[in-house]
């Protein structure tokens, strides 16, 4: 399962929110452009606002250039419950 900082920068890559992530200003998608530390840099489809997921987030390609997060079901999740996406 890929991560975000496996994607490369600047490619206009969208990453799918889903039903678990929810954007401030009702985006359904935010677009990629690079890591910056442990963090990336995403603006939302809507308003443009900047949105910094984390580095190690999950990832499920959907097509060319589209990306869900992978939400892990409780078998994939860590010792204790949490997730690798907490």
């Known amino acids: 399962m890929p991560k975000l900082y496996d994607l490369p920068r600047d490619k206009g890559i969208k990453i799918m ?3 678990n992530f929810k954007a401030t200003d009702g ?3 935010v677009t990629f452009y690079h890591i910056d ?3 990336s ?3 939302t489809e809507k308003t443009g606002a900047v949105v ?3 580095a190690v987030l999950p990832l ?3 097509k060319k250039n589209v990306y869900e997060i992978a939400v892990p ?3 994939e999740s860590k010792p204790g ?3 690798e996406t907490v």
Request: aromatic fraction near 12%; proline fraction near 4%; include cysteine.
């Open 17 to 19: 929110l889903g039903e």
């Open 27 to 29: 985006s359904k998608y």
């Open 37 to 39: 530390g442990m963090y």
């Open 41 to 43: 840099y995403c603006t």
């Open 52 to 54: 910094h997921l984390s």
């Open 60 to 62: 499920k390609k959907i």
């Open 73 to 75: 079901t409780p078998k």
């Open 81 to 83: 419950g949490v997730s």
